[in-house]
């Protein structure tokens, strides 16, 4: 059974920063999302199952970096420059996919229990 542990959300003033972490039980391509209250969810940032690739949404591209310690098997998305509208539960993902980066959260089997991320204007 694939666990993903996610870490690292909480409450930060507006243009601060946050670094969200996604422990697994194994090696996947891993994608985070988020989703806002009465929106749907939305995929942030990914990257492939090496860690060679990576995609990232333009509403966080610039601000967002998500990288990989295939060592650990954890996932990082450090958040910078957070803005009100970031406001959301954040989740990570993965799939079993080898190649490439995964987009459509259809591909995502398995999803952490989320972690809520308030920035305060």
């Known amino acids: 059974q694939v666990q993903l542990v996610e870490s690292g959300g909480g409450l930060v003033q507006a243009g601060g920063s946050l670094r969200l972490s996604c422990a697994a039980s194994?090696?996947?391509?891993m994608g985070w999302f988020r989703q806002a209250p009465g929106k749907e969810r939305e995929l942030l940032a990914a990257?492939?199952?090496?860690?060679?690739?990576?995609y990232y949404a333009d509403s966080v591209k610039g601000r967002f970096t998500i990288s990989r310690d295939n060592v650990k098997n954890t996932v990082y998305l450090q958040m910078n420059s957070l803005k009100a509208e970031d406001t959301a539960v954040y989740y990570c993902?993965?799939?079993?996919?080898?190649?490439?980066?995964?987009?459509?959260?259809?591909?995502?089997?398995?999803w952490g229990q989320g972690t809520q991320v308030t920035v305060s204007s």
């Open positions: 993902a993965a799939s079993t996919r080898r190649v490439g980066v995964i987009t459509p959260s259809k591909e995502y089997a398995y």
């Open positions: 194994g090696r996947y391509a």
């Open positions: 990257i492939s199952w090496s860690g060679g690739i990576t």
